[in-house]
């Protein structure tokens, strides 16, 4: 069975920072393009980022750019995202994604992290 498992969601400051992690199980995704995704309240679930299975494609929704930095570890299986400057608007439950492309969701998720940035 194949999971993803994330993992370093929680409640910051406005200004604050968070990395959230990705654990895969079940299959590797070193040939596969990952992702992270958020979805709040009575709104679609958006991409946030995404990373090629080389690591060296990486795409951002415009609200991302120059404050997050996604990642991953193919030795270990795993994809991060570090979250810098969080904005009350990036309140959300964020999700993995992988099996897709830098820019399309695959078929895996995760279960969600609840990030939540407030004062």
């Known amino acids: 069975q194949v999971r993803l498992v994330e993992s370093g969601g929680g409640s910051v400051q406005p200004g604050g920072s968070l990395n959230l992690s990705c654990q895969a199980f079940?299959?590797?995704?070193?040939?596969?393009?990952m992702g992270w995704f958020r979805q709040g309240p009575r709104k679609e679930r958006e991409l946030v980022a995404g990373?090629?299975?080389?690591?060296?494609?990486?795409y951002y929704a415009d609200a991302a750019k120059g404050r997050f930095t996604i990642s991953r570890d193919n030795t270990k299986n795993t994809v991060h995202l570090q979250m810098n400057n969080l904005k009350p608007e990036d309140t959300d439950v964020y999700f993995c994604n992988g099996g897709g492309t830098i820019v399309h969701a695959g078929d895996y998720w995760g279960q969600g992290t609840q990030v939540t940035v407030s004062s």
């Open positions: 990373i090629s299975w080389t690591g060296y494609s990486t």
């Open positions: 079940g299959r590797t995704f070193d040939r596969d393009a």
